[in-house]
């Protein structure tokens, strides 16, 4: 057992206050010490019982960064974890360990994003988002499992899994309400991790600025319910083959709408058929909609028969 990194793990529960949250989760009531005997250990259990607090304590007080990465990693975008840390201690083993890892896959996102800033011309950064999430995770396995160390995974199965690569929590994230912490979705710790722009993307801010995108869907929601094209009209593509630009009308007996987007960050001809030429421009998300369609601009014209 003493050639284990780490040979036990003891808690010492007065160092956590009688009202803790700590106190009531599954996996540690009644625990004071766990015992390592193996090279490899695994925690297993439902969602919810404190496999992961449990894990995460025993990262941060071995030393590393709670969000994850080597021990040299040393950022926070938000601290969530738990105090107990700081009631943990650790019995190491007379090795010394060359390396070691904590991947945590909640917050994988923002460690990849400070791998790419610590880099430099000896250590070149993985890119780890220019890949999939399956891909980076056996990326960082193949350049770290080569040393001895301690390598602590939570929820590694989350990179490698069909429901982790094909289910909408990729595109999911939790609701941000304000700057405030959690991006003022939860006082407690969200299940799928907040976006790093929380601080200048959130609904506060969108209330705030009479430019945003609230008040453009909220022009949009009043003109379907002013003009009946937009409900009844026929749909007609223009230029179908145009990869770069998207132009569509919608037509009634009594009304015509042509609404024109530029998908590109470049300046593009507009699409602008003669009998639109002079209409209305209902809408558009630059002040004043005239001439080529500057980046992503979008137009709305009208004409009544």
């Not at 007080?61 to 950022?75: D, I, L, S, W």
């Not at 738990?82 to 909640?106: D, H, Q, V």
Request: aromatic residues 14%; contains cysteine.
């Amino acid at each position: 057992m003493n050639q284990l990194f780490i040979r036990q793990a003891a808690i010492d529960w007065e160092r956590i206050a009688s009202d803790d949250y700590l106190r009531r989760i599954p996996a540690l009531q009644g625990l004071e010490r766990l015992e390592l005997s193996a090279p490899v250990t695994f925690f297993v259990g439902d969602n919810g019982t404190g496999k992961s607090t449990l894990l995460e304590a025993i990262a941060v007080a071995y030393g590393f960064n709670p969000e994850g990465g080597t021990k040299n990693y040393h950022f926070s975008t938000y601290d969530s974890h738990s105090g107990l840390y700081s009631a943990i201690k650790l019995i190491k083993g007379y090795r010394r360990a060359e390396g070691g890892y904590f991947l945590r896959a909640e917050s994988f996102y923002n460690v990849a994003t400070k791998e790419m800033e610590y880099t430099d011309p000896k250590h070149p950064s993985q890119r780890y988002h220019d890949r999939s999430h399956g891909e980076s995770f056996m990326s960082l396995l193949q350049r770290w499992l080569g040393s001895t160390g301690v390598f602590l995974f939570d929820e590694p199965e989350a990179a490698l899994s069909r429901a982790r690569l094909e289910s909408r929590d990729n595109a999911r994230t939790p609701m941000q309400w304000s700057a405030g912490p959690n991006a003022g979705f939860t006082t407690g710790e969200p299940w799928l991790p907040v976006n790093p722009n929380y601080t200048e993307i959130n609904a506060v801010a969108a209330l705030a600025d009479p430019d945003s995108v609230f008040y453009f869907y909220q022009k949009l929601i009043a003109l379907r319910k002013a003009y009946p094209v937009f409900r009844d009209g026929d749909f007609q593509l223009l230029e179908a083959e145009d990869e770069q630009r998207f132009a569509y009308v919608r037509e009634t007996e009594r009304e015509a709408l042509l609404v024109v987007c530029n998908f590109t960050a470049e300046t593009l001809p507009d699409v602008c058929p003669e009998r639109f030429r002079g209409a209305e421009v209902l809408l558009g998300n630059y002040p004043d909609p005239a001439g080529d369609l500057r980046p992503y601009e979008t137009r709305m014209r009208y004409v009544k028969k």
